[in-house]
């Protein structure tokens, strides 16, 4: 069985700060990487970063500056680090673990969170 659980969501004013967690457990095989989505109502889901499991980061270029992914190995979970937050941040974001080959995030069907809402407004 295989558990991704988002968490650190809420409501903050423009240009503030929000970190959130994504923990990974169980059996999960064939991947490389991990990443963070976003879907705003009325929109498309969209790729906001990934990090696989050399290290390398990549962003959205809506989030680049402001936005920072990174790992904790020994807990098995993955951050965002969002500065600089902007109303049109405003979303449900999810963590999903995946494959990095050639310039591509490849989502794993079966390995999503649950989502967090992420809030930005004054």
């Known amino acids: 069985q295989v558990q991704v659980v988002e968490s650190g969501g809420g409501l903050v004013q423009p240009g503030g700060s929000l970190r959130l967690s994504c923990a990974a457990s169980g059996s999960i095989f064939n991947t490389n990487a991990m990443g963070w989505y976003r879907q705003a109502p009325g929109k498309e889901r969209e790729l906001v970063a990934t990090i696989t499991d050399g290290g390398s980061t990549h962003y959205a270029d809506s989030v680049k500056g402001r936005f920072t992914i990174s790992r904790d190995n020994a807990k098995n979970t993955v951050y965002l680090q969002m500065n600089s937050l902007k109303p049109e941040d405003t979303a449900v974001y999810y963590c999903?673990?995946?494959?990095?080959?050639?310039?591509?995030?490849?989502?794993?069907?079966?390995?999503w969170g649950q989502g967090t809402q992420v809030t930005v407004s004054s």
């Open positions: 999903n673990v995946g494959s990095y080959y050639s310039g591509t995030y490849y989502a794993g069907l079966r390995y």
